[in-house]
């Protein structure tokens, strides 16, 4: 079992930087790939970013890259998401995944989620 609690959220303002983390219990986590969704006021869920289990993989939708990063150290247990160039519409509850079979939001541990509101 792996539990996972995200933290960082907070309110930025246009163009500035905010770290996401996501701190897992349970000693599988590091045999696990994990990701980033975010869920913005009135839309669906969306995929933000993912990572292999041993970190040399990541993954991103085209509308991200370049602006997010995920990375994780699996000695701390943790996953980051460093986001830059933050834009109003990055506003959104982010939360932490692992243990996905899709990038679709198939997976088997979530966070509870943080809150990111970039403000104009």
């Known amino acids: 079992q792996v539990q996972l609690v995200e933290s960082g959220g907070g309110l930025v303002q246009v163009g500035g930087s905010l770290r996401l983390s996501c701190a897992a219990s349970?000693?599988?986590?590091?045999?696990?790939?994990a990701g980033w969704f975010r869920r913005a006021p009135g839309k669906e869920r969306q995929f933000a970013a993912a990572?292999?289990?041993?970190?040399?993989?990541?993954y991103y939708p085209d509308s991200l890259k370049g602006r997010f990063t995920i990375s994780r150290d699996n000695a701390k247990n943790t996953v980051y998401l460093q986001m830059s160039s933050l834009k109003p519409e990055d506003t959104a509850v982010y939360y932490c995944?692992?243990?996905?079979?899709?990038?679709?939001?198939?997976?088997?541990?979530w966070g509870q989620g943080t809150q990111v509101t970039v403000s104009s």
């Open positions: 995944a692992s243990k996905c079979s899709s990038w679709s939001g198939d997976c088997a541990y």
């Open positions: 990572i292999a289990s041993s970190g040399t993989g990541t």
């Open positions: 349970g000693r599988s986590f590091s045999n696990y790939n």
